[in-house]
Structure formats: structure tokens, C-alpha cells
């Protein structure tokens, strides 16, 4: 799972696969969004282009990397107005308990 807050809307996206982040990243025109992983703990998106190990990619495509120095996920429910996701994924306590449960 890939958690993506949009401060602005204050609207969270719940995504299965990363590749659905990353292309949502990709089409979001400017809006600011923060990821986060399945365990809630921050993310950024980078471009293949700022890491010296990615050769065979070009350089301009984008994807995500543990970032330091954010609240997590449990910390930014409190903004959260809406969420859209699949069930039980589909609620700020829904959110809640998942990352309760990947605590544990």
C-alpha cells in the first residue's frame, strides 16, 4: 500500500501498487502530495536522474525513496478530510487501524 495526502484538499489516496502512486505523482499537475508507505512512514518522489545507481532508466521517470525528516502517516490523520480507497481502507479510522496494525 502507498498512502498519498494531499494537504491542500486535505484528501488521502489509499493505492495497492506503487506504480499507481508514482503515475498519479506523474499526473497531478503541480498539486503538492506527500507519500507515504504501507507502514505509514514518509515518502518522496525523485527522479531517476538523482540517484547515481539508476542507469538503465531514464532519467527524468520518477519513483519513490524513504525520506527523512517528516511526521509520519498516524501523525497527519488529523488533517485528513476525506479518503479514498479500497475498503476497510476507505476511512480515517480505517487508516487508523491499519497502521496500528503495522505497528504490532
Known amino acids: 500500500m502507498i498512502f498519498a495526502l494531499c494537504v491542500a484538499e486535505r484528501r488521502l ?5 506503487e506504480v499507481a502512486a508514482i503515475a498519479h505523482a506523474e499526473d497531478s499537475d503541480g498539486t503538492a502530495w506527500q507519500f507515504f508507505d504501507a507502514a505509514g ?5 525523485v527522479t531517476a536522474g538523482e540517484h547515481p545507481r539508476c542507469f538503465f532508466v531514464a532519467p527524468d521517470t520518477l519513483y519513490l525513496r524513504a525520506a527523512d525528516r517528516q511526521a509520519g ?8 478530510a476525506a479518503v479514498q480507497g479500497p475498503a476497510p481502507l476507505d476511512s480515517v479510522q480505517g487508516v487508523r487501524d491499519w497502521l496500528r ?3 504490532a
Open 73 to 80: 502517516l498516524a501523525q497527519r490523520l488529523h488533517e485528513v
Open 41 to 45: 512512514l514518509p515518502l518522496e518522489v
Open 101 to 103: 496494525r503495522s505497528k
Open 13 to 17: 489516496l489509499v493505492f495497492e501498487a
